[in-house]
């Protein structure tokens, strides 16, 4: 077993819950999944996390995560832990050893306007090009003629920008 996936209808402000355990980086993960806010019918990530090695180290950590979302089973926490410890003995293959060392050198992902804000990228541009239109936070001083990190606030996620690849404008 490499990971467990539980998935419970959402409440409140989710639309859905997942939960579970991730092997290879040894970590439990919770996805909170919300109406997209521009795009009808589509759903964006409200929480997501469990993305980097070890994050959420125990059942209860991703349970209390994920408790103000979703009716959760009562033995939720004992199935979680059952699946952690069934996938003691097993090792990592040739492309999960492979991926690891960049996951490890990845900064901790970024999951929110907030965070994104809280962490020094306040400056809101739009990147355009002739596939995609961006909008996005950068760190003010940020070369935009170089490769950068920026976020994405439409995918709420942190990105590697090409920026001679796009046109770069004020929001």
């Not at 999944?33 to 795009?39: A, D, G, Y």
């Not at 979302?69 to 040739?94: C, H, I, Q, V």
Request: overall charge negative; charged content about 20%; some cysteine.
């Amino acid at each position: 077993m490499i990971m467990s996936r539980y998935d419970f209808p959402g409440k409140g402000v989710a639309n859905s819950v997942t939960i579970g355990w991730d092997r290879p980086l040894a970590t439990f993960f919770v996805q909170v999944m919300q109406p997209h806010p521009r795009i009808d019918g589509e759903e964006a990530i409200f929480i997501w996390r469990g993305t980097a090695p070890g994050e959420l180290p125990t059942a209860a950590a991703a349970i209390a995560l994920a408790a103000d979302y979703a009716d959760l089973p009562d033995n939720l926490g004992a199935m979680l832990e059952t699946d952690r410890l069934k996938s003691l003995g097993t090792f990592d293959g040739p492309a999960q050893m492979a991926a690891k060392p960049f996951i490890q050198a990845t900064p901790p992902p970024i999951r929110s306007e907030a965070e994104a804000r809280e962490a020094g990228y306040t400056r809101a541009v739009v990147a355009d090009c002739s596939q995609h239109t961006l909008e996005l936070l950068i760190e003010p001083g940020t070369d935009l003629d170089s490769t950068f990190l920026a976020f994405d606030r439409s995918e709420n996620e942190m990105l590697h920008v090409h920026g001679w690849n796009f046109t770069i404008e004020p929001e």
